[in-house]
């Protein structure tokens, strides 16, 4: 137990209460507000049974006031049970059930136990680098999910209360990469929040709050009848008006409850909480690393790889090893990792493996013919090789649209499949015509050197072939990808706006350029695996990679931007004169 919370957290729970008041006085104004219209009503049709009120002026003032008022208690009531019903936003998440983390639930039991607050009610895992506590005690949410004779709490304290606690959110790259007194270093500061939580007014403050934010969410909601549209219109106005009121006393509440948790939280693990704090920047670097660099070519080939927290932790292990992150890294990993605390760690690896791609790429919510499982060791030959030889036939076939032929050569006969020599041929900017000066007359006009067009027209002149194959590649991909997007069904709604999807997009679209690149360097890497022996590889920090004779062919790219963005085939082609590809071979594609 912790004898002493601080003066500290004192004042950060203080004025949180106090900016949970003036929240709740500012509910308590808006009930003012629409209640002073049914009472001046009232007023007025007493005055007028006890003969107080009487005359013309009374009685139109009663005929004029008593509809408004019934019409302000009745939008009230409209907007207050709105408010009270309306599903707040919950983030997605794979929950955990004690019976397959028990091991897990009684490390955070004891660390709440040791802060003397209550025990969080269930523990869920995000595809993120965060943990947080969430409150899903709305009535439209349901108590939170537990198996049957569940109490985390227990009767350990009269305090504890599992059926309000909120739910405690951790994100899974931390149970996988962490090791166990890391895991409840970093948890520490998060459980404590679970004392404020549990005062009524921070309690009753937040589900107001929440429950606008819900009312907005309700509001802006497209409707068909122009009635309907009236009504969200003005129940969007009022939540609106409510939360710019609210909004920086509920901003400054939760900055207060955040500071007395982060005070509470001082007396334990304090010594682990430095080195947990560089595991947390560690493990988000490796983290972003391996969703854009491996696992987002994987999504967009229809492929979800299916143990995302295990490759970070080979991402991880490869960069300290390339930078040298971590001190004493072979003794750390010696300790046990916190995924140990799961009954069954693959399985909710691969639950949050699929979440994260639903969240970061917008995939389908179940596997399907499109939408499959892959394990890291199918990885080279599932993805890296398909989308190759996909992106290597998207390229010629644009080509065939465009009428490039296939040989160079117009006497010579077309080759049988494709080849890498077409690209590097029609890609390659034409020699500027040299003036050639004459003994009997005047020389030919100089064409303008290239500093006199200017950057951008010099650009333009000399890609004006790969821009042309650019763009036609670029509206050849969207119409590939309108024809596949997956359609809306009704089964199951989500508990979040799964129209939106992806929530959270990794990257920006992919400029025309560098789908160019991408296609050129996919057709060098076929031409080097059917006439070189290379081989598809993968790197964890790199995602997709060409082996040759075993060595990853880390030079590649250069060379290919030199044939893509100045025509210059020079360098390209020396690099596949020394690794032994030949480009005029045909090459096999999907």
Not at 316 to 342: H, M, N, V
Request: aromatic share 4%; net charge negative; glycine share 8%.
């Amino acid at each position: 137990m912790v004898t002493g919370t601080g003066m500290g957290a004192e004042v950060g729970a203080q004025a949180a209460r106090s900016r949970a008041l003036a929240v709740l006085r500012i509910r308590s104004r808006a009930l003012a507000v629409a209640l002073l219209p049914a009472a001046v009503a009232v007023i007025l049709l007493a005055g007028d049974s006890t003969g107080h009120l009487v005359g013309p002026f009374w009685h139109a003032a009663r005929w004029a006031v008593t509809p408004v008022a019934v019409l302000v208690l009745l939008a009230a009531g409209v907007i207050a049970l709105v408010v009270a019903r309306a599903r707040p936003a919950v983030t997605p998440t794979v929950p955990v059930p004690e019976g397959s983390a028990p091991d897990l639930y009684r490390m955070v039991r004891d660390l709440a136990d040791r802060l003397d607050v209550p025990a969080p009610s269930a523990i869920a895992l995000t595809p993120d680098c965060d943990s947080w506590l969430e409150d899903r005690t709305h009535p439209s949410h349901g108590p939170p999910a537990r198996e049957d004779g569940d109490e985390i709490a227990g009767a350990r304290s009269a305090h504890r209360r599992a059926a309000t606690a909120p739910v405690l959110v951790i994100g899974s790259p931390f149970l996988w990469w962490m090791r166990v007194g890391e895991l409840r270093a970093v948890l520490a500061p998060v459980v404590a929040g679970t004392g404020p939580s549990a005062h009524p007014d921070i309690a009753a403050a937040r589900r107001f709050v929440r429950g606008l934010d819900a009312a907005v969410a309700v509001a802006s909601t497209p409707a068909r009848c122009p009635l309907t549209r009236g009504v969200c219109a003005g129940l969007g106005a009022v939540a609106r008006l409510l939360l710019r009121s609210c909004r920086e006393h509920a901003a400054l509440m939760e900055r207060g409850v955040a500071a007395a948790a982060a005070e509470r939280a001082q007396a334990v693990d304090y010594g682990l909480r430095i080195v947990a704090q560089e595991q947390v920047g560690l493990a988000y670097a490796g983290w972003d690393r391996l969703l854009t660099r491996v696992a987002l070519p994987a999504w967009r080939m229809g492929r979800w790889p299916s143990r995302l927290d295990a490759g970070v932790v080979a991402a991880l292990t490869e960069l300290s090893r390339r930078d040298r992150l971590a001190e004493g890294f072979a003794s750390r990993l010696g300790e046990r990792p916190a995924c140990d605390l799961l009954e069954e760690p693959g399985a909710v690896d691969e639950a949050v493996s699929l979440l994260a791609a639903r969240l970061f790429h917008g995939g389908p919510a179940e596997t399907g013919p499109d939408w499959a499982p892959v394990d890291w060791q199918e990885y080279p030959e599932e993805v890296v090789d398909r989308k190759w030889r996909t992106d290597a036939a998207r390229l010629h076939h644009v080509l065939d649209t465009l009428g490039v032929t296939r040989s160079t050569d117009p006497a010579a006969p077309a080759p049988d499949g494709p080849t890498l020599t077409r690209i590097l041929a029609h890609l390659s900017a034409p020699p500027s015509p040299v003036p050639i000066a004459s003994d009997t007359g005047p020389a030919a006009p100089e064409r303008p050197a290239p500093a006199d067009l200017g950057d951008e027209a010099e650009t333009e002149v000399e890609n004006e072939r790969a821009a042309a194959l650019a763009a036609a590649l670029t509206a050849q991909l969207a119409r590939e990808e309108a024809a596949s997007a997956p359609r809306p069904t009704a089964a199951d709604p989500a508990p979040w706006d799964d129209t939106a999807l992806p929530l959270f997009p990794l990257q920006p679209p992919r400029t025309a350029r560098e789908l160019l690149t991408d296609h050129v360097t996919a057709m060098v890497c076929c031409a080097a695996m059917d006439t070189a022996g290379g081989a598809p590889g993968l790197d964890w920090l790199d995602g997709p990679t060409l082996l040759i004779a075993g060595e990853r062919a880390a030079d590649l790219t250069p060379r290919v931007l030199s044939l893509v963005e100045d025509g210059d085939p020079a360098p390209l082609r020396a690099w596949l004169r020394e690794s032994g590809i030949r480009p005029e071979k045909p090459v096999r594609l999907v």
